[in-house]
């Protein structure tokens, strides 16, 4: 699957369907501070995320 | 796959905190209800009042102009130009961007036009943080502009995680008076709006996740001046204790206000009934002349600095 990353923006390409909670643990990132959005619609931590889907994980923290 | 908890629709979000999941429109009558009860429950705002929202073009600031709409309040927007570049450059295009897309009166001050200075030359002139300086510029300019524009409050998207993390910070230190201060609403004042903080009982995931259910378009990079700085180190904690046990921040924040807020009330007055005018522009101040015009005045006198150049400096 496609994966975007912002805040710097980069794209990652991730072998091997996982759900949203797997994918967001293997990289590292905690589920209180991202969102993951799948073309276009949020999508809950235990959705499950296939090969041919694009996703966007967008942090919410703000440092004003 | 999960269900909402309300309609059990599939869920777009989890939210640990309630132990439950939402749908797009259940998510969405949960936010409008914390909304609802952060101004019930502190006074914040009454029907027919005049608002003027402070809007960065970030998640926070257009989540709640779109939340107050929603809800029926009167609120159009102000937008302040910082001059952090690129940064400024397109925060102005999303918050004129939601503005326009709905029909909503935008109020626009640059810096730079109007002070002569902007947030990264503010910064090397007082040999502050920027934040220090982006800070005072903001309040006081979002004072005045519903000081002269005849509005009743200044409402700003300050969130949970916020609010959580400057309590952190301020009881790290014990700083009474900053704790007496950080209250969701502080009454008006000679000189002083209104200033409420309507978002206080959602987190940012919610605000944000608030923004992609309307699809509202918003800046998701971070301020460049920002990163790095102790308020994101102090979020980062609290997060940690969160993933831990949901729903710590909301208890540490909300039982603040509930138990210890009170108990500062009467230091919060005092400190307010101390304040005379500013010899120069007139605004409220502890001294004889506003920290605001002292800025002004050692900020314009600086020659520009570029962002990258403060970058660079490591100075957060």
Known sequence: MRVLLRNPRRELQIDGARTVRNLLGELGLDRESHLVIRNGTLVPGDERLEDADTVEIRPVISGG | ?316
């Open chain 2, 1 to 316: 796959m999960s269900k909402c908890r309300v309609c059990r629709e599939p869920a777009v979000i989890d939210l640990p905190r309630h132990n439950a999941n939402f749908c797009g429109e259940h998510l969405q009558q949960l936010c409008r209800r914390q909304v609802e009860k952060a101004i019930a429950d502190h006074d914040m705002l009454r029907p027919g009042d005049r608002v003027l929202v402070a809007v960065s073009g970030g998640k926070d600031s257009l989540a709640l102009w779109d939340l107050l709409r929603e809800l029926g309040y009167d609120a159009d927007g102000l937008y302040i130009g910082l001059g952090i570049g690129t940064y400024s450059t397109e925060s102005g295009e999303y918050a004129r961007a939601f503005a326009s897309d709905r029909g909503l009166k935008l109020h626009e001050i640059d810096l730079r036009d109007a002070h002569g200075y902007d947030v990264p030359t503010a910064a090397r002139a007082t040999r502050r943080v920027p934040c220090s300086a982006c800070g005072l510029s903001k309040r006081h300019l979002f004072d005045t502009a519903a000081r002269d524009g005849g509005y009743d409050a200044v409402a700003t998207g300050h969130n949970l995680d916020d609010e959580a993390a400057v309590l952190l910070g301020n009881t790290l230190r014990w700083d009474v008076e900053y704790l007496a201060r950080q209250y969701p609403v502080l009454p008006a004042g000679e000189g002083f709006p209104r200033k409420v903080k309507p978002l206080v009982r959602l987190t940012e995931r919610e605000t944000a996740a608030w923004c992609i259910v309307r699809r509202i378009d918003y800046q998701v990079e971070e301020c460049p001046m920002a990163a790095g700085n102790r308020h994101l180190g102090y979020k980062a904690t609290l997060n940690e204790m969160e993933a831990r046990s949901p729903g710590a921040k909301a208890t540490f924040y909300l039982s603040f206000l509930e138990r210890m807020a009170p108990q500062l009330a009467e230091h919060r007055a005092s400190e307010v009934a101390a304040l005379s005018a500013c010899a120069h522009c007139g605004a409220p101040t502890t001294g004889e002349v506003c920290a605001f015009c002292r800025l002004v005045e050692v900020a314009s006198a600086h020659e520009p600095v570029p962002v990258e150049l403060l970058a660079r400096s490591g100075r957060r």
